[in-house]
């Protein structure tokens, strides 16, 4: 029995078999946690989401940006030319994938191995504890009523600095880009959402989000996905006590699975050309 966390698949569903294969995962045993965006660029997300989506209470996935903007596409909100999202729009099952989709959360903790999933970050200012509220908070308006509205204002970089007494809109735009796009900030803790190659490489003044600090979430073991070009080293995850699993398969990197049980590693290669 063993849980491995899977880094962002965006629609590379042959790279999915073959590394559920090599780490001989069992369906009746074993439990798989995708750290978001399972669709989007790739060439098979159909096929992609009705898998995991088929695994039931033996898969869980954490919401990415393109996850959300599938759900936006769905809804007729926003489609950009880029996507490769038609064969999910017209699959007849549709309805039924995006149902599972909204249902899924944008924060888990697994108290049994003690930790955290997440898509893209935090913001310094939140504890583990205040994210899993605020991540209560937008998953409850995926889920409800009110998600045409909230599509409708989701995208947008503005507000970019988090307040609690944040309402409406602003509130759940933040929200959103902070569990499914951060990757830097500044000193304040404002989010920098323009700026997406790796470390060393930013702009003055800015921090990647696990690297700020006064991070509140120090600590808590963390599992993040959606920064390609990161190439973290093994020193720098255990010094700061998070672990990024994206390796760009949808570039032409790698597809990789994280065992949280003992922290090992599989990979393997991706079939998708390389991209620059």
Not at 13 to 33: G, N, V
Not at 147 to 155: P, T
Not at 234 to 242: D, P
Request: proline residues 4%; contains cysteine; aromatic residues 8%.
């Amino acid at each position: 029995m063993a849980t491995y966390a899977i880094g962002d698949v965006q629609g590379c569903y042959d790279e999915l078999c073959t590394l559920l294969d090599h780490i001989r995962f069992d369906p009746a045993e074993d439990w798989l946690c995708f750290a978001g965006d399972l669709v989007n660029r790739g060439p098979k997300s159909l096929q992609v989401l009705r898998l995991v989506a088929g695994l039931d209470d033996r898969a869980l996935n954490v919401l990415g940006n393109h996850d959300l903007h599938l759900i936006a596409a769905a809804e007729h909100v926003r489609v950009r030319q880029s996507d490769t999202l038609d064969e999910i729009l017209k699959a007849e099952d549709r309805e039924r994938l995006l149902r599972w989709l909204r249902s899924s959360p944008v924060f888990h903790h697994d108290p049994d191995l003690d930790f955290y999933l997440v898509h893209a970050g935090l913001v310094p200012h939140w504890s583990v504890d205040d994210a899993l509220r605020l991540a209560g908070e937008l998953e409850s308006v995926l889920r409800g009523p009110g998600l045409q509205d909230y599509l409708a204002k989701m995208y947008g970089n503005q507000p970019d600095l988090w307040r609690e007494d944040l309402k409406g809109r602003d509130r759940l735009r933040i929200l959103t880009n902070v569990f499914t796009r951060l990757r830097f900030c500044r000193r304040d803790g404002s989010l920098v959402l323009d700026e997406k190659d790796g470390p060393r490489s930013q702009s003055a003044g800015l921090y990647p989000w696990y690297a700020h600090p006064d991070r509140r979430s120090y600590g808590a073991r963390i599992v993040f996905g959606h920064w390609a070009s990161l190439n973290m080293s093994e020193a720098e995850e255990n010094q700061h006590g998070v672990y990024h699993i994206d390796q760009g398969c949808v570039w032409g990197g790698a597809l990789t699975a994280l065992r949280l049980d003992d922290m090992q590693r599989f990979s393997v290669p991706s079939r998708q050309p390389k991209r620059v």
